[in-house]
């Protein structure tokens, strides 16, 4: 079984050579270290295998686990949040990348305000049109963007998505590119920069660079399986109930 560090080290190999294949500074792309389900002397072994950001989908978990871990880490939310739990992530994170409705941003300005500090978020973007997950649909999200100046504590820093599951990653790249496109035509029509793309997970991330990702997050290429019961996982992160505060796992 590989180490952690030898997983980093394939990971930031393909990272590599996806941006070498799409003539990109490999500075350009960060890696996100999705740690959910991993508990802090597995972070640590990331940590010391040279990564520094990592994200986490549910905010109690996160509660529990980012102050067992070493203090310069990044922290950010991947995953859905609830605007009953936006007041505790501004408080643990620096950066929400699904904020994925007109409500969550709200109530993330509102949290950051109490907080008294800034809060940089990603406007989630439903690429699929799929029922069954969130984030804004394309056409809504310039209309965000612009309200989004009546939220003085929040950055609107870029866009992302999770597209629709494919079995070849290949088949991703339309929705990769889409986002994309996106937020090259918002930049266009407004004064927002938009950098940031966070694009791509294990499955899909080298077509997720190639097609301009700038923060991609990575879970199980890191740390191996999450388990179905991840709480007899070694390593794994023993927090009671999964729903005992109505969230549940996003994956
Ligand atoms: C879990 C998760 C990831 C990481 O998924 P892997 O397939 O394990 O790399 C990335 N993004 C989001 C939103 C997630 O919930």
Redesign the pocket.
């Given at each position: 079984m590989m180490s952690i560090s030898e997983r980093v080290a394939v990971v930031r190999t393909k990272v590599e050579a996806a941006c070498e294949r799409a003539g990109r500074d490999p500075g350009s792309v960060r890696i996100v270290a999705?740690s959910?389900t991993f508990g802090p002397e597995v972070i640590r072994e990331a940590v010391e295998a040279g990564l520094s950001i990592f994200?986490e989908?549910r905010v109690q978990e996160a509660r529990q686990k980012i102050p067992l871990c070493p203090g310069h880490l990044e922290w950010h939310l991947?995953?859905h949040l609830q605007r009953n739990k936006a007041r505790e992530a501004a408080r643990l994170v620096s950066c929400v990348h699904?904020a994925d409705s007109w409500r969550i941003l709200e109530a993330l300005n509102g949290a950051a305000e109490e907080a008294g500090a800034g809060l940089k978020v990603l406007i989630e973007v439903n690429v699929g049109g799929e029922g069954s997950k969130y984030g804004f649909n394309p056409a809504e999200v310039g209309e965000a963007l612009k309200r989004s100046a009546e939220l003085p504590r929040l950055e609107v820093v870029g866009l992302m998505a999770?597209p629709p599951f494919t079995p070849d990653p290949q088949g991703a790249r339309r929705f990769f590119r889409q986002l994309r496109e996106l937020r090259d035509r918002l930049r266009e029509e407004t004064s927002f920069r938009l950098d940031e793309l966070s694009m791509g997970?294990?499955?899909d991330f080298e077509v997720a660079i190639e097609e301009g990702a700038t923060l991609t997050?990575?879970?199980?290429?890191i740390f191996g399986q999450?388990l179905a019961n991840w709480r007899s996982q070694k390593g794994s992160w023993n927090i009671g109930g999964v729903s005992e505060d109505g969230e549940s796992e996003?994956?």
């Open positions: 999705v959910k994200g989908s991947v995953g699904s999770v997970m294990s499955h997050r990575i879970g199980t290429a999450r996003t994956r």
